[in-house]
């Protein structure tokens, strides 16, 4: 066979030129060459010499990328292109096999212009990049020359009347216009840019996010090709794998994805709406939507209805070569030249090409790769657009907060609760129902479709399968309803559950020594039983709808091909087969996903119904004298926009947003007098209702002076100060703000006081989440002078000291805790570092005690903010501070009783000054009993510094990651963190798996593989029973072909078989085999669903039970270093994590590893071939996921880690509106509210991308294997290896591949993650409990012990951890039954370790404690502490009701109770509660003061009849009113038992028999109180010295 170009058949002269040059069909194709050669030379020396210059070290960074006229049009153009020259070459290589000797030039012109256009793409890309457009006009040429030869051989075709009936015309024609449109987009290009024939070219600069360097997210400004395949995210996901994502390595989000944008967006199509007809009508949130958001969800509809499209073609070509496959052996070749030759060539019919095997393999491909491309980019497209959603709806709801009524907030329409919902529910429910809403309207679309292809390829049985799955829908889509109804009883189980939880780990050293662990352990476990009851039923119907899932596609091919048998008599041909079961593949995935879709949408309506609602609601009103424009709208923003790019560039959303959200400056009322600052006349003001809660107001707040409010609780003091701010509704009367004299405001600029603004403290201290410094400065600049003034008056210093990390401490919800008096003095620094005006302080006093009032009254107020002539107006109680006021405005129920100066007063209203000085001298009374040594602040330090101390003394950052760390640590850093982040946590899947119990784990892994083989079986058997009729009816002459018709296949063999031929007989052999196997199958699914459901159910059980026991046990020292929120992390995310995510986790992930792994073992099996092919595929796969689940770990922690910012700053934003409004800082909070969304979408857009990244690669392999599959198939057969039924199935199998291998990636992935929960909850596990057993049986101890109650106490020794220094060294004494006995020393003495040494609550190393000749640490724990009671400083009530938190263990009678309160002096009080004893108590005791609190603690110690009874500084947080009462009870009511007071206030122990004071640990003195106060000298004796 001789190679010539224009092959040499005999009898015809390929060469003659007779009939003129053109006339030769050899030499029009030679000529299609010219253009293809002069690309490729003209274009490899530029490509090579650009490529050489610019070594590839040096990255171009991408500011250079640009984008030409046309880009994207080009790229679609160049790939049609590429698909129609692969035809080209396929005909051609299939029209030359038809001839007698190779005729090159059927198929070279086709093989050059592949190549040539693949390289005019390449050297286009470049020269976008470089920007160098000149260059361009080589592919100008090049279209122009290859449009002129292809058009002459399309002139000549028609001149020989080869037409459209003929392939390789319409391949002819379709080239000719793809040059012609290329050529068009070309000259577009020189149209726009003028790079030649035009003067002056066009400068152009690349979009202004590439400028700015902190733009990671690329996707945008890529190529398609790099758009489609996310080539874009190698670097960042391979990079990952070395060190970890970090939030500065994914950058900012480019400009058009911001939540400002986005916002802008949306609110202009919600104002839009707002008509001139009907001004009240609510906009419609729907619509708004659509009009911001509607384009590219065309777009992504769109795309998916390609790809839905495409997805039809795997069936199609699969039952093509199966059925062409069984004919090529017969048919010849030769005897095809009929006459269709012209030109001296053969042309071939166009069905005639997808006839060949090998064709349509190559077809099948690449349908694959672009059904699989448009799917992921409609994904994308969708993914995108919820997140921009996302965005402008959170900054629709804070703007709305921002401007909400504070009535509403009061009243509570709107709680906090309610917001917190809309922000992390509702907004995620519309963004997943964006993600959804395309499958919408392509759903029903791809089900018509199949069934209308099923009908075409089985007949009327194939609606019989159809209609099985469309019956079994609605029972899928109620499971889900039922679904999501379990999981919200789900939810509000837990939530109880965590509260109690929550109560227990507060309050955990008082159930500690009073021995009720248990008790409430068993509640905890009580409320956790009915929540796993839930959660069965949650994981029966999970199941249940894994089960639909997977044995719906089994019943459906069971029934079609029940019925086809019944009414073809005889089996389908393999062909129609495994079409039909590639079709009922397709068609259950949009069956599934419909039921939640579905769901879906129901949820997004609510959601909406929801937010129209809340953006409906009442806003504040506009008061132009103070609020110059309180909605700071953002409307402004338009106008701005267009000048934004001559913004600098360093910070360019910063300034956009000062530019145009800087409330316009308030318009001031002509002044009335220069000396008053606020003026309120005739004021009328309300909360909502129409009630007025102020009435009748006329006040002047004079400036520069210090006003002071003074009135009982309720009068409405703060109010008065809400309604000068415009906070409350007006109901008539006015406001006046003064202006202040210009020459005033200009100092140099910073210092000017903004006198927009006024510092208010409130009542009930707000902290923001940040550091304590941050918290004072609240925006202001950083003045050092200031700052330390401030914090000197607050007397903040030594607070801040005792914080680990000084005033660089996170405080607030997720920081560390600090005490009321502590928050309160943040507070009111905050208001005196603000440079304001004027200064409102709403009780500054309240929590703080004697020495801090003073103070902050003399440094504070008096020197800071009077020195500096501000506006002071002070809401107070203390009235000894009256004398300082220039001002005093004295209210009585809601309206001023007088105002004046305190010698008006004095003058005018004798009887209210005498009232006055009453109680002045009452609290100067307190004040002298208020005792230096251990006032209240002392006593909050202290509880701070133990917390701090004993965390410190392991010095260990509870940080779990980097424990993790420090396990793998090894010398050479840089590896181990690799292996690290990509090894699998097999250790904790052992161990999650046991937990479950072995027998469950053993069951769901045998039932797994045994379903997995059975459905192999099933179309295995399905394939034998189909091949076996070709043979049979090969064997019986039926190959009758109707030539070329696809259709042939519908019933056209069954006129041949009568009911006496071997095959029927065959059917009714095949038949009940074949329905016994799928019924095994559809058993095996419901058994595998069930089971791996409870395996989780039982896994989460256990772990739960485990750690509640556990943690409940552990010694009081872990509840010091451990934070309460690491604790309660564990009870809520990871036990939700436990119990919810991880089994469907576990089920889809061992579901599609086995089924990819059953698809490849059944390919290799029918074609050994293909494990050839399969070692590198393998390879490819094994990295993919390697460098995915690392980067995907990484990007879903940094997802959540910006979540929770986010969350947090609403609900913040939320609480302290007030505050924000009066300083007049909604701007800066917009402002950040905008940053911490965009960093957070940065992150979930950067996840999506990770994901379509993976699954592009894993699609891209499925069809790799497709295709391998399909060839070792057709070349296996060639020497007629197996029957074509097999290869029907192999294909099938291969198909399905495509769909599951992202899925085993992801969920490996996902699994990975969740795993990391139950390795937290493990690491809890090992914690040490506390030895609650003792050497003593509890049998042996006597029933009444301690009767007498005498203690002797022997060289103790006393440590709080094996690790720390002794806090008692040696202590001895001796206390006799019935004792008073005072402990007394400075904090930090010991004093209160010596009180937990009795309970042995700490590690008592040496010496012993006996009590009634017992030692107690013989005893039982739970013995020892249910005999001895305690009270302690801090006052603790359980919600529930009174009576369970005196006696929870339910063993005393009324009677008793009512006694122990009438001893505690709360009878009375009791009694007045409806329920009398069951009356309910909030949590925390919140519906009780303070003093009552710690009444109810005494009764409680009162009810357990104990001898020995022991007082911790139990009078620190009460009144003295009450602490009298407490002394009495007693002296009285104890007066047989031995009491042990731990002072801080020394006289409390002046009448004790014996006085202990101690000093480090040690005893200093010892003897009567009367002995020790004569030596002058002594410790005691100065100590009460003190206190007089």
């Avoid at 041909?573 to 769901?599: C, D, K, N």
């Amino acid at each position: 066979m001789a190679l010539s170009f224009c092959g040499s058949d005999n009898g015809s002269n390929s060469y003659s030129v007779n009939e003129g040059v053109l006339n030769n069909g050899c030499f029009v194709d030679a000529l299609n060459l010219v253009p293809h050669v002069f690309l490729l030379f003209i274009t490899f020396p530029i490509l090579f010499i650009g490529w050489g210059s610019q070594s590839s070290k040096v990255q171009i960074h991408h500011n250079t990328w640009l984008h030409f006229p046309g880009h994207n049009m080009r790229w679609i153009l160049t790939f049609s292109l590429l698909f129609v020259h692969v035809c080209e070459f396929a005909e051609g290589i299939v029209s030359n096999k038809g001839m007698q000797t190779n005729h090159l030039h059927l198929f070279i012109p086709a093989f050059m212009g592949f190549i040539a256009a693949t390289t005019s793409v390449v050297y286009y890309h470049n020269i976008e990049t470089s920007n160098f457009p000149k260059l361009l006009l080589v592919l100008f040429i090049y279209w122009v020359l290859a449009f002129i030869t292809k058009s002459i051989k399309l002139w000549k075709f028609a001149e020989y009347s080869v037409g459209p009936q003929h392939l390789r015309f319409c391949i002819t024609a379709l080239l000719v216009l793809l040059y012609g449109l290329l050529m068009a987009v070309e000259i577009n290009v020189i149209r726009v840019r003028k790079y030649v024939f035009f003067a002056n070219p066009q400068k152009v600069k690349p979009p202004e996010d590439l400028q700015d360097l902190g733009v990671r997210f690329l996707q945008p400004f890529v190529n398609l090709l790099s758009k489609a395949t996310y080539w874009w995210m190698n670097p960042l996901i391979i990079g990952a794998h070395k060190r970890p994502i970090e939030l500065k390595k994914i950058g900012k989000l480019p400009i058009a994805m911001r939540a400002l944008t986005n916002y802008l967006r949306l609110k202009d199509a919600y104002e839009d709406q707002r008509t001139a007809e009907d001004p009240n009508r609510p906009p419609s949130i729907w619509r708004s939507m659509y009009r911001a958001f509607g384009r590219p969800i065309l777009l992504s509809s769109t795309l998916r209805y390609l790809a839905d499209l495409l997805s039809f073609a795997g069936p199609l070509c699969i039952s093509g070569i199966v059925k062409y496959l069984n004919k090529t052996g017969s048919a010849t070749p030769l005897n095809k030249i009929k006459g269709d030759t012209y030109l001296g060539v053969y042309f071939m019919s166009t069905t005639e090409l997808l006839q060949n095997t090998s064709v349509l393999a190559v077809l099948l491909f690449l349908a694959l790769v672009l059904q699989r491309t448009f799917l992921q980019a409609s994904y994308y497209v969708t993914i995108e657009t919820g997140i921009n959603l996302r965005g402008a709806l959170l900054a629709m709801i804070y703007n709305k907060i921002l401007r909400l009524s504070t009535s509403n907030m009061s009243m509570g329409e709107m709680t906090l609760g309610q917001i917190n919902n809309l922000v992390a529910i509702e907004t995620n429910q519309l963004m997943w129902f964006l993600f959804l809403c395309p499958n919408l309207w392509s759903m029903p679309v791809q089900i018509v479709m199949g069934v209308i292809m099923l009908y075409y390829f089985m007949g009327c049985s194939a609606l019989v399968g159809a209609s099985v799955i469309v019956l079994l829908a609605p029972v899928q889509y109620r499971i889900a309803t039922k679904l999501a109804d379990t999981q919200k009883s789900t939810l509000e189980h837990s939530t109880d559950r965590l509260k109690k939880t929550t109560e227990i780990l507060k309050g955990i050293k008082l159930l500690k020594l009073y021995a009720w662990e248990n008790i409430f352990c068993d509640s905890v476990e009580d409320t956790r039983g009915k929540e796993l009851t839930s959660l069965k039923t949650f994981a029966f119907y999970t199941s249940m709808s894994i089960f639909m899932n997977a044995a719906i596609p089994i019943a459906a091919v069971l029934a079609t091909f029940v019925v086809y048998h019944f009414i073809n008599e005889t089996g389908p041909t393999p062909s129609e087969a495994f079409a039909a079961l590639a079709l009922f593949h397709i068609l259950v995935t949009p069956l599934f996903l419909l039921s939640t879709v579905v769901r879906f949408a129901v949820k997004a309506m609510v959601s909406v119904q929801k937010l129209s609602e809340f953006l409906q609601s009442d806003e504040i009103g506009d008061d132009s004298w103070r609020n110059g424009d309180t909605s700071v709208s953002m409307e402004a923003g338009k106008k701005h926009l267009g000048v934004t790019k001559a913004i600098n560039r360093k910070q360019p959303m910063r300034y956009q947003m000062d530019n145009y959200e800087q409330p316009t400056r308030r318009q001031m009322r002509p002044t009335e007098t220069e000396d008053v600052a606020v003026k309120v006349s005739n004021g009328f003001f309300t909360w909502g209702s129409n009630l007025s809660t102020l009435s009748d107001i006329n006040i002047c707040i004079p400036t520069g002076q210090l006003t002071m409010i003074v009135g009982q609780v309720g009068c409405g003091k703060s109010s008065l100060l809400l309604a000068m701010l415009g906070e409350m509704q007006t109901l008539g009367g006015s406001v006046y703000w003064s202006k202040l004299p210009d020459n005033e405001t200009v100092h140099e600029g910073n210092i000017s006081k903004n006198r927009y603004s006024v510092a208010y403290a409130t009542q009930k201290s707000w902290l923001l989440n940040a550091t304590v410094e941050e918290n004072i400065t609240f925006g202001s600049p950083f003045n050092k002078q200031r700052y330390k003034t401030v914090i000197d008056a607050c007397s903040l210093q030594p607070d801040i000291d005792l914080l680990p990390f000084g005033d660089q401490t996170e405080i607030g919800e997720r920081g560390i805790n600090l005490s009321g008096g502590q928050r309160q003095r943040i507070c009111v620094a905050r208001a005196l570092y603000q440079n304001t005006n004027i200064v409102f302080l709403d009780d500054p006093f309240s929590a703080l005690d004697i020495h801090l009032s003073d103070h902050l009254m003399q440094e504070g107020i008096l020197k800071f903010l009077q020195d500096d002539k501000r506006t002071v107006v002070l809401v107070t109680h203390k009235l000894q501070y009256l004398i300082h006021a220039d001002w005093i405005i004295a209210m009585k129920d809601g309206s001023v009783l007088r105002e004046g100066t305190l010698k008006d007063i004095q003058t005018h209203d004798i009887e209210l000054y005498d009232h006055w000085k009453t109680l002045m001298n009452r609290q100067d009374h307190g004040l002298e009993k208020d005792v230096q040594q251990d006032s209240q602040t002392t006593l909050e330090r202290k509880t701070l510094r133990r917390a701090f101390y004993s965390r410190e003394a392991k010095n260990q950052i509870d940080d779990e990651d980097e424990e993790e760390e420090e396990e793998e640590e090894d010398d050479d850093n840089m590896s181990t963190t690799t292996n690290r982040r990509s090894k699998i946590p097999w250790r904790v899947c052992w161990c999650y798996m046991s937990s479950g119990g072995f027998f469950m784990a053993f069951l769901m892994v045998s039932s797994k593989l045994l379903k997995h083989s059975v459905i192999v079986a099933i179309d295995y058997w399905l394939a034998i029973w189909t091949s076996s009729k070709t043979s049979q009816s090969a064997g019986a002459g039926q190959d009758v072909s109707n030539g070329s018709s696809l259709a042939d296949g519908i019933g056209g063999n069954s006129t041949f078989a009568t009911p006496g031929t071997p095959q029927a007989e065959d059917d009714s052999y095949y038949l009940p085999v074949f329905i016994t196997l799928c019924a095994a199958g559809i058993t095996l699914c419901l058994i595998t669903s069930l089971t791996v459901e409870f395996l989780g159910l039982s896994a989460a059980t256990n772990l739960h039970h485990n750690l509640l026991n556990k943690i409940i046990h552990a010694p009081i020292r872990f509840f010091d270093i451990t934070p309460l929120g690491q604790i309660l992390n564990r009870f809520s995310a990871d036990t939700n994590i436990i119990d919810q995510h991880i089994p469907p986790t576990l089920e889809s992930l061992t579901r599609s590893t086995l089924l990819c792994l059953s698809a490849i073992g059944v390919i290799s099996s029918i074609t050994p071939a293909f494990l050839i092919a399969l070692v590198p595929l393998a390879v490819a796969f094994y990295f993919i996921q390697k460098y995915f689940r690392v980067a995907s770990k990484d990007l879903q922690d940094l997802d959540d880690s910006t979540q929770l910012p986010l969350l947090c700053h609403f609900s913040e934003t939320a609480e302290g509106l007030t505050t924000i409004r009066a300083f007049r800082h909604e701007a800066r909070f917009k402002q950040r509210m905008l940053e911490l969304t965009d960093t957070n979408n940065t992150a979930y857009l950067f996840l999506s991308a990770a994901n379509r990244w993976l699954e592009v690669r894993t699609d891209y392999l499925g069809a790799v294997i497709v295709l391998t599959a399909a060839g070792a198939a057709i070349w296996s057969l060639r020497y007629g290896l197996h029957s074509g039924g097999l290869v029907g199935l192999g294909l099938t199998y291969a198909l399905t591949v495509t769909n599951y291998l992202n899925w085993v990636v992801r969920n490996l992935a996902d699994l990975e993650v969740q795993m990391a929960a139950v390795k937290k909850v493990n690491s809890f596990l090992g914690t040490e409990s506390e030895n609650y057993e003792g050497s003593m049986d509890a049998s042996q101890v006597p029933e009444n012990w301690p009767q007498n109650g005498e203690i002797k106490i022997q060289e103790l020794c006393v440590r709080y951890d094996p690790m720390l220094k002794p806090v008692l060294k040696h202590v001895n004494m001796f206390i006799e039954p019935g004792q008073k006995v005072g402990i007394c020393g400075r904090t930090g003495s010991g004093k209160s370790s010596l009180s937990l040494a009795f309970f042995n609550m700490v590690d008592i190393f040496e010496g012993k404690i006996v009590i009634d000749g017992i030692d107690i640490c013989k005893l039982p724990l739970q013995t020892l502490r249910s005999r001895l009671s305690i009270i302690l400083q801090d006052p603790v009530l359980f919600s529930g009701s009174i009576r369970f938190n005196l006696d929870p263990e339910r063993t005393c009678t009324d009677d008793r109770l009512w006694e122990a309160l009438e001893i505690a002096q709360l009878k009375n009080m009791v009694k007045a509660l409806p329920g009398g004893l069951d009356a309910v108590v909030t949590e925390g005791g919140e519906n009780f003061s303070v003093g009552q609190r710690q009444l109810f603690c005494l009764a409680r110690a009162f009810v357990r009849k104990s001898s020995i009874l022991i007082m911790d500084e139990a009078t620190a947080s009460i009144d003295m009113a009450t602490e009298n009462i407490l002394q009495k009870v007693v002296m009285t009511a104890f007066a047989d038992r031995t009491v042990v007071t731990i002072a801080h206030r020394v006289h409390t122990i002046l009448t004790a028999d014996l006085v202990i004071v101690m000093k480090r640990g040690n005893i200093l003195e010892y003897d009567k109180p009367e002995t020790l106060l004569e030596q002058e000298d002594g410790m005691f004796a100065s100590f009460v010295r003190a206190d007089m």
